[in-house]
Structures are given as structure tokens and as C-alpha cells.
């Protein structure tokens, strides 16, 4: 029941607010207080970015609450925040911002000229006065979408790269694949190096590159096609997709490392787990994107 998950209910003339008694999960809380409302819906609310814990709009289902913090249902008028194309912020405090980003834009870029995630983040920073700036944590290749990290000083921004491995400890992937994986799970290792042309090359032996290790699991498979989630131990550049292509499975629509085809008009690589102990204040940050729907299409057979 609801007393169990708050000590303090009002309303003002725009807003609702909830105060936490246990841990819990966001949606589980929002479930509960308010009591008869539909999963749907609350999804809804949390899409439409009107739910906001502590004073920062939350759209993360799965976002775990600790006591006494504060959790606000608005009206969509005051509950709209920065709006972007390219971008969605799920999660922002004062020191770190996570952003659901689409296929088709870079992570960051040296050049003025080209849009990046960073450049959206750092003019949203300076239109909200927040007097910081985005600095890269971690990247995602341009045409692959989902999850990432930026931090607003660059001391967070180092603490993330002092500790990467300790603080960072799973990220996941989903990939659309061509083919059938040789065994529904397992792993791939191997050193990785960029020839001339910037064109990635896998070596079971030393090659002078960096040695990669990539843990797979086939979820899903049918007409060709294989739906596969991807755990990475090292983050190296083009790691998965290279990884597939040595298992004979290239990702779908990879036209450097693929076969050439393109069935669902993008590349077929989400990240959509991204878990994280928070640099500052050590709490334990679990975020997941949903998987594009039309990374199902090939594999039901609705595909062009």
C-alpha cells in the first residue's frame, strides 16, 4: 500500500509530490501511489518527461529511489524540458548527464562544423546557465544509438577515466546480426589494430594492436537474421563490430564490416545498458534504452 513508500503527500496547483520511505524502483513507486494508475500510463508520464526526483526530470522506469527523496509528478507544460532531435536526457545532476542518443550524429567532434552530442549538450548547458560544460566520458560510433555518459567538469570527467573499469561495470549491446551464431553463447578475443585507411583488422596473434574481449548471447533468431546482446570487457574502437564479422555474423547494415546490405536503413547496434557507480556521490546508476523495434522486423519477417 502507499503508506508503505511515502510519509508525505500534496498537491500544489501544478504539481504532485511524493515523499520515499523505502528503496524501491521508480515505477514500482509510482504504482503504488498512485493507486489504479495503469503501467501504460505511467509510462507515459515518465516519457512525456513529467516526473522528476529531487527538482531532475527522470524518464528511467528502473530508476531506484532511496528515503526521503522527493518525487514530483507535473503537468506537462512545466514538466517539458530541453527538447532535441538527436537527443534524449534520461538522467542529469550536477555532475553527470546520460543521454539516449540516435543513429546518425557523433559522440563529440574536433570540428566546429559538425554537430556532435557534446556541441547540443554544451549549448543546452549555457541556454539552462548551468555554468558547466560536457566533457567526453565514453563514445558511441555515429550510426550506432543508446546510452552514454558525459560529465559536466572535467575532475568528474577524470575520476570516470582513473577508474573506468571498477566504475563503469556493464554495458550492453544489442545487435541485429546477418546469420547464425556458431553457439548461442560465448566469447571473442583478439588484438585489434587500424591499418592506413582507418579500417580495423583482427589478429588472434599480436599484431601491435589493442586486445579486445567481447561476451555474447543469442537472443532471438529467424529468417537469417539473429537478434544478439553483446557484453564488452574492453571498449575498443569498432570492437563489436569487428567481433561479429570474425564470427561470420556481421552486424545488419554495417556497410564498412558487413556485407553491404541494409535492411532496416541503419546500422543494427544499440547500447542499451548502461550501469555505472556514480563518481560523487557512489550511488549505484542501472539505466536501459528499449531496443529499436525495427531490429525485430528482419527476424519476424517484416522487413522491406
Known amino acids: 500500500m502507499a503508506k508503505h513508500y511515502t510519509n508525505k503527500y500534496k498537491k500544489k496547483s501544478q504539481e504532485t509530490i511524493f515523499i520515499v520511505r523505502e528503496e524501491c524502483e521508480l515505477m514500482d513507486f509510482l504504482m503504488k501511489v498512485m493507486d489504479g494508475i495503469s503501467r501504460t500510463k505511467v509510462k507515459k508520464l515518465l516519457t512525456n518527461d513529467m516526473v522528476f526526483v529531487n527538482d531532475r526530470c527522470i524518464s528511467q522506469h528502473d530508476f531506484m529511489l532511496k528515503p526521503n527523496m522527493r518525487v514530483s509528478i507535473k503537468k506537462s507544460s512545466e514538466g517539458s524540458r530541453f527538447k532535441n532531435f538527436w537527443i534524449k536526457i534520461v538522467f542529469e545532476d550536477d555532475h553527470v548527464i546520460v543521454v539516449d542518443k540516435k543513429p546518425g550524429i557523433l559522440s563529440s567532434s574536433t570540428s566546429p562544423k559538425d554537430e556532435s552530442v557534446k556541441s547540443i549538450l554544451n549549448y543546452y548547458l549555457d541556454k539552462s546557465h548551468q555554468h558547466a560544460t560536457a ?15 558525459f560529465a559536466k567538469s572535467k575532475k ?75 557484453q564488452l570487457e574492453t571498449g575498443r574502437k569498432n570492437q563489436i563490430r569487428v567481433h561479429l564479422q570474425d564470427l561470420g555474423c556481421p552486424v545488419a547494415g554495417d556497410l564498412k564490416y ?19 557507480n556514480h563518481p ?16 525485430y522486423e528482419p527476424i519476424e519477417g517484416n522487413a522491406e
Not at 585489434?192 to 583482427?202: G, W
Not at 558487413?258 to 555505472?276: Q, T, V, W
Not at 560523487?280 to 531490429?295: C, H, L, N, Q, Y
Request: proline content about 2%.
Open 135 to 149: 566533457h567526453t566520458v565514453h563514445r558511441l560510433d555515429k550510426f550506432t544509438s543508446g546510452l552514454i555518459i
Open 156 to 230: 568528474v570527467a577524470l575520476q570516470f577515466e582513473e577508474d573506468w573499469k571498477e566504475r563503469v561495470y556493464d554495458r550492453r549491446y544489442i545487435a541485429l546480426v546477418h546469420g547464425e551464431l556458431p553457439k548461442s553463447q560465448g566469447t571473442i578475443s583478439s588484438y585489434l589494430k587500424d591499418d592506413s585507411h582507418y579500417v580495423t583488422h583482427s589478429s588472434q596473434e599480436d599484431n601491435g594492436g589493442k586486445f579486445a574481449v567481447t561476451h555474447y548471447k543469442k537472443l532471438q533468431s529467424g529468417n537469417g537474421f539473429s537478434l544478439v546482446e553483446l
Open 258 to 276: 558487413g556485407d553491404g546490405s541494409d535492411p532496416i536503413k541503419r546500422l543494427g547496434l544499440h547500447a542499451y545498458k548502461l550501469c555505472f
Open 280 to 295: 560523487v556521490t557512489g550511488e549505484d546508476m542501472r539505466f536501459e534504452s528499449d531496443i529499436p523495434k525495427a531490429f
